[in-house]
């Protein structure tokens, strides 16, 4: 005699109920924590973020204010001067040198001396030069020149290149590198000579330089612009001064 027929139940034990209702129960309260969560770390890191030095915490949907507290960190660089002989010129400063000139005196190049970087060699100047680490501030060079005076050659220090970027202006970086290259001149040249604009003859009377007057001075025959000035006595300097070109 056949036994009773088992029907297989069609519901899950109620132990498998039980641990399905437990584990959603645990997931609705763990995504309903996590905004609370999530607000309580920012303003845990908003409250570490006010005590940094010159640090200010954002304001909602602005921008971090983070140039704050870099520059609250960094160190001014030292500004250091140094003397080049032209062969030892670093290249940067020499890019940086022709960046201005193109720049500041830019009217003053045509043709393909537009695309200059580097100074020339002929006749070979030294360079004066402060800068911070590989950035140049400021600039002057001397190259040596010699013309026919009273008793033969003349040894002229030719001054050239005066610059100093606008951004260090009125620090005193171009006085001190002229009386450094004034130096120079003294002792290895009779006389330094430099042109100028009329603004500028201050700056260099300044220095112990002096304004020769128009017409003193002439290049390929012709009264140069700009203003001619002399380092030393201009008495042993001929009349007129005949000079090869302007710089």
Partial sequence: MAGPTTTASLEPPGNIWTGRLMWASVLFLVLRAAPVYAQGALSANRAVAVQRPGFSPPKDGAAPES?????????TPQIDEF??????FPREFDIQLWAF????????LRGDARFRTRSWDDPSPIHFVRAAGDLLV????????????HRGALRVG????????????????ASKLMRRAAQHIRQTA???MLFCDAVNVPFYERLDWSALPR????VEGEIPDG???ILGDDLIAPDPIRLPWVW
């Fill in 67 to 75: 140039s704050c507290y870099e520059d609250s960190m960094m160190t």
């Fill in 83 to 88: 003397v080049f002989p032209h062969a030892d």
């Fill in 101 to 108: 000139v193109r720049l500041v005196w830019g009217e003053d």
């Fill in 138 to 149: 400021s600039h002057v060079l001397v190259f040596p020149l010699s013309i026919e005076g």
């Fill in 158 to 173: 030719c001054v050239g290149a005066v610059l100093t970027f606008p951004q260090f202006r009125r620090e005193g970086h």
């Fill in 190 to 192: 009779d006389v330094g």
């Fill in 215 to 218: 017409g003193r001075a002439l």
């Fill in 227 to 229: 203003v001619l000035m």
